[in-house]
């Protein structure tokens, strides 16, 4: 393929008002999907008392709308780097949104798993596309801080889907379903006012011919998955989606573990919901210095193209020690048994302050959160700097797949480790002791980094080189 001329009439990027605007709707789709993941296992009980089916079944479901979503992000992501990728986007939102509609309406627990299984259809097409839309409009120098905003999207979106669950389906697990398929609708009509990114826009190497009205019009070919693999890097930052989604994928039983302490303790079970939702959520608040994650991630590059992979190594592999103790300090919750929503609320919030061992308990996972936030921003600026823009899609899609497995198994398996373990550690200690035991997947995650940063320079020197080439070829076609 070639790059062609396009018409000088055509915009570039269009105006920064509708750049920013784009950006603002890329982003709350980002966040949307991972709310839609996060609702399910916070009501976990609650829906499964509604359908008469054991929890573990509800279990499924989630690891159910791991894979099918990663597997179909494979397609989406493949399509968009070869076609224009903004229906693409519509599409998938609209399908995420009527499967989350459906969710609220099943009668029962297979129309519930189908219904998910729907949505999770579209929520491949939010990740895999929106990330190649989103690479192009950053520049290789703050790839790790902007694609940091993007992952804390995510993050936020699956905080966002705890509370939403536990404050709205306390009483009535429909509710937040419900709420959440007419935002998806909504954020649907705002994304048919968003322009049309260019692909390969951000690049240094491009900019001039893509300035004077060229289009790169190089698209990934089924030619290109084995250059595509042949990669190294590419290789490790698959791979480590493996053991490192098993350990975040069993991370969703954490409103169970808080709600099954404060039943221990002698709290109703809807107001265990409550309580284990807002705890969920204050201790996954450390995610948002993932920003931090993707600074330091953007300097160490700056002075040695191994930058963002040892930044990754580092802090996956710092946080094990500080998640073993998170789920083994004492917490005394002291909550009113039947009170309304906010007085819940409030009670938990105060108790940060008022009870020693809720606020050590956090300060440990804002620490743990914090140093593992730095995998998320570094692994996406990673796939960028390592690939051509017509592969960035299909390989974060296929990165994607292989963290849905790990997470489907991480979510089942530790779920499934919880009876078992209950023969030797009563409620809720055998949750305690099978989350531990799972976040020891963080340790080959880090040795994986540590690879992909000896493999990374000539990648990235490749990449640079390749566009340079393209870049140099169409100026020369333009002087003659």
């Not at 001329?5 to 709707?25: C, D, E, K, N, Q």
């Not at 939010?126 to 192009?136: A, E, L, M, N, R």
């Not at 998955?225 to 042949?230: E, F, G, M, W």
């Not at 531990?436 to 990374?456: D, N």
């Amino acid at each position: 393929m070639t790059m062609s001329r396009a018409g000088m009439s055509r915009a570039w990027g269009g105006t920064p008002l509708h750049r920013g605007y784009s950006v603002v709707v890329f982003v709350l789709l980002a966040s949307l999907d991972n709310v839609a993941i996060g609702l399910v296992p916070p009501l976990y009980g609650p829906i499964a008392d509604g359908f008469e089916v054991p929890d573990r079944l509800l279990g499924l479901v989630t690891a159910a709308t791991f894979v099918v979503s990663a597997a179909a992000a494979v397609g989406w992501a493949y399509v968009g780097d070869r076609a224009n990728r903004k229906p693409l986007l519509m599409a998938g939102t609209l399908i995420w949104a009527v499967g989350t509609g459906g969710s609220a309406l099943a009668g029962n627990y297979l129309t519930f798993l189908v219904a998910q299984v729907v949505a999770a259809v579209g929520l491949g097409a939010v990740g895999s596309v929106g990330f190649s839309v989103v690479t192009d409009l950053i520049s290789p120098r703050r790839r790790g801080l902007v694609m940091s905003f993007w992952g804390l999207s995510q993050g936020v979106g699956t905080l966002a889907g705890t509370l939403v669950a536990g404050l709205l389906g306390n009483v009535d697990w429909r509710r937040p379903f419900l709420v959440l398929a007419v935002v998806g609708l909504t954020a649907a009509v705002l994304y048919l006012f968003t322009y049309d990114i260019r692909r390969g826009q951000s690049e240094p190497e491009l900019v001039d011919a893509l300035a004077a009205g060229a289009d790169y019009d190089y698209r990934i070919s089924r030619a290109d998955l084995p250059r595509i693999l042949s990669r190294r890097t590419n290789r490790w930052l698959v791979l480590q989606g493996l053991t490192a989604q098993a350990a975040f994928g069993s991370l969703v039983w954490l409103p169970v573990l808080f709600a099954q302490r404060a039943e221990a303790q002698g709290l109703s079970a809807a107001t265990a919901v409550v309580v284990g939702s807002v705890f969920a959520t204050l201790f996954q608040l450390g995610g948002v210095f993932s920003i931090v994650g993707g600074l330091v991630g953007d300097a160490v590059q700056r002075r040695t193209p191994r930058g963002r992979a040892l930044v990754a190594a580092v802090g996956v592999l710092a946080a094990v020690p500080l998640y073993l103790v998170l789920f083994f300090v004492p917490m005394r919750i002291d909550v009113p048994d039947g009170a309304s929503t906010g007085a819940v609320v409030a009670a938990v919030l105060a108790s940060v302050v008022t009870e020693p061992t809720v606020g050590l308990s956090l300060l440990t996972a804002l620490f743990a959160l914090a140093l593992t936030s730095a995998n998320s921003p570094n692994w996406f600026a990673l796939i960028a700097d390592v690939n051509p823009p017509e592969h960035r899609g299909t390989v974060y899609s296929l990165g994607n797949l292989v963290n849905g497995v790990g997470r489907a198994a991480g979510n089942g398996l530790v779920g499934a480790s919880f009876p078992v373990l209950q023969a030797a550690f009563p409620p809720p200690l055998n949750y305690a002791v099978g989350l531990a035991a799972f976040q020891l997947f963080f340790v080959p995650t880090g040795v994986m980094y540590w690879l992909a940063a000896r493999t990374s320079p000539a990648d990235i020197a490749a990449v640079r080189g390749l566009l340079h080439d393209r870049g140099e070829a169409v100026r020369r076609q333009a002087a003659g």
